[in-house]
């Protein structure tokens, strides 16, 4: 059992990013000299692809466990897996929520799943992830916690 997501901003986050670059090396070159110029439009070129990168993140569902960007959490840790409206999603960052919660919040991603941690020595108490679709997100994390339970079993 696998599951993949990959959650990316939006193409119009990525279009205001490039006029806010493309103003600012407007308005700066100007003032510069050609290779100031062409340098603040390099600046401003890597600054784009950055912030593009960094509101980037991925989900992935494994035989071993659960991976949203580079943090796993194995399969015997997992507990209750709940899926989240917009409206809860809201209330869970907001006034409900738990500032020692693991969270992966995209605010392009409407819905979200909340995964409860079953382990004593981990500091965060759930793990909530952004998502384009929360039941079959939580259905690929319930599937492949029981494939594992199962394959343990036989062991």
């Known amino acids: 059992m696998s599951h993949t997501e990959h959650l990316r901003p939006p193409l119009l986050w990525g279009v205001v990013l490039v006029l806010v670059a493309a103003t600012f090396v407007i308005a700066v070159a100007v003032f510069l000299p050609g290779w100031a110029a062409l340098a603040s439009l390099g600046v401003a070129v890597v600054a ?10 991925t989900v992935h569902v494994t035989g071993t466990g659960l991976t949203v960007g580079t943090s796993t959490v194995e399969w015997p840790y997992v507990g209750e897996v709940r899926t989240l409206t917009k409206d809860e999603v ?5 006034p409900g929520a738990d500032p020692r919660a693991f969270v992966t919040y995209r605010s392009y991603a409407e819905e979200a799943v909340e ?3 079953e382990d004593r ?11 384009h679709d929360a039941p079959r ?14 394959t343990k079993g036989e062991a």
Do not use: C, K
């Not at 599937?143 to 199962?150: I, L």
């Open 48 to 57: 784009v692809v950055a912030m593009m990168l960094a509101f980037r993140a």
């Open 90 to 94: 809201r209330t869970r960052m907001g």
């Open 115 to 117: 995964v409860v941690i």
């Open 121 to 131: 020595a981990d500091p965060h108490p759930y793990w909530l992830v952004s998502t």
């Open 137 to 150: 997100l939580a259905w690929a994390i319930e599937a492949a916690r029981t494939a594992a339970a199962a």
